[in-house]
């Protein structure tokens, strides 16, 4: 479409005001002030603050229960290396994304809510197979505890590891299960569309 | 290093700069989607919020990230709430805005002028919402039709024919309520009313 065939269609559009020059200002501060970490609400101490203590106490996991967004999650660095990933509410995936980048893993974290399921799909043209790259552990549960565990140790540089967590609507339950890839290229962001299958991965299984 | 490489970095200056450089474009998108200042309002925030959260996501390639922007934009101006419980509900955050006029009041000021803006407004309500999506992207923030494909996620050629249905319905909607008037006299009310997509561009 050209300039001329736009300025023409514009008359098409409906009326929409400037954002005066005061409240561009006042929220760019709100958006500004909610992203820096300063000013986030209550944090525990990042895991790369917690280096040397994971140094001193190799044998012991350590479990950062991660109150932003109130106690949505609790990850756990173990051991051996593998992550436990607890989720007791579908919320602050962002926050999710930032603790498992802390622990060396490069991650996106979506919630899928029954009915939906991410478009586009699949959202990577380069997912490496599960026998590539065995992202996801099993058994999960520990100490009848729900939860799942990723091994970070399978995504390499430059890559990304894909979770899509299913979300139960019904109250009190919460994530149902989880589909995990290693990606070696660019992840696209999830959409949520309507969806009447399954709603985790390419082909919903 | 690039403001793509910055920002995907963390780099919250680099951020603010994308704010000061989009932000009126990103309100203006949202304010044609909403049809409401408080809600546009809500959608600029968010979509910027969402952008800092995705910021991993940016290639390192490419142009502006202006389209990138919409695309979060027209995501979040469909499900509002979502994104806020995305983020702790910031919108109980937000600080808000004291008594904004209604634009026909701030605005306009001759009956016909409100008269025919509010046919244009009926019109473009009467829209499906992935026609208002494209064409309040393409036309109203100056999109080509491959940077509204790669915002909304869709084919180029989806991007067309929603464009070419919303024109359709449009001008035979405007044509029906709109009382037929000389042509010098439709330009010369236009000029206050609507701005242009090459305005919106700077």
């Known amino acids: ?205 | 290093m690039s403001i793509r490489d910055r920002i995907r970095g963390g780099d919250a200056e680099a951020f603010e700069q994308l704010f000061d450089e989009f932000a009126r474009s990103v309100y203006g998108h949202a304010f044609r989607l909403t049809g409401n200042q408080s809600a546009a309002e809500d959608v600029l925030s968010l979509t910027f919020l969402e952008a800092w959260r995705l910021r991993h996501r940016i290639d390192a390639g490419g142009g502006s990230l202006r389209p990138w922007l919409l695309g979060i934009a027209t995501n979040v101006a469909r499900n509002t709430r979502r994104a806020a419980r995305r983020h702790d509900d910031a919108l109980a955050r937000l600080p808000r805005a004291e008594q904004v006029p209604d634009f026909a009041d701030e605005v306009v000021g001759r009956a016909d002028d409100a008269e025919r803006l509010a046919a244009v407004q009926r019109a473009f309500g009467t829209l499906r919402r992935q026609e208002q999506e494209v064409f309040a992207l393409v036309v109203g923030s100056g999109l080509g039709y491959a940077e509204a494909a790669r915002a909304l996620d869709i084919s180029v050629g989806t991007v067309r024919s929603r464009l070419s249905r919303a024109r359709r319905k449009l001008e035979a909607s405007v044509a029906d309520r709109e009382p037929p008037r000389p042509a010098e006299q439709v330009r010369g009310d236009r000029v206050p009313a609507v701005r242009s997509a090459r305005e919106e561009n700077r």
Not at chain 1, 10 to 27: I, S, T
């Open chain 1, 1 to 205: 479409m050209n300039a001329g065939e736009r300025e023409e269609l514009a008359r098409l559009l409906p009326y929409q005001p400037e954002l005066p020059g005061d409240r561009c200002r006042q929220l760019k501060e709100f958006v500004m002030s909610e992203i820096k970490p300063a000013k986030r609400k209550r944090r525990l101490p990042r895991p790369a603050v917690l280096a040397p203590v994971l140094a001193a106490a190799a044998a012991v996991a350590i479990t950062l229960p991660l109150l932003s967004g109130g106690a949505a999650y609790a990850v756990t660095k173990k051991a051996d290396g593998t992550i436990h990933i607890t989720i007791d509410e579908a919320k602050n995936p962002e926050g999710l994304e930032a603790d498992l980048r802390g622990m060396g893993l490069n991650a996106v974290v979506d919630y899928i809510p029954m009915g939906k399921k991410c478009s586009p799909q699949p959202r990577s043209e380069s997912f490496l197979s599960e026998e590539e790259a065995p992202l996801t552990l099993w058994p999960v549960p520990e100490e009848g505890q729900v939860g799942f565990t990723i091994d970070p140790r399978v995504v390499k540089d430059g890559q990304t590891a894909v979770l899509e967590f299913s979300v139960s609507d019904t109250p009190g339950a919460t994530v149902a299960g989880i589909w995990a890839r290693v990606s070696t290229g660019p992840v696209a962001a999830c959409r949520l569309v309507d969806s009447t299958g399954a709603p985790l991965g390419p082909s919903g299984g």
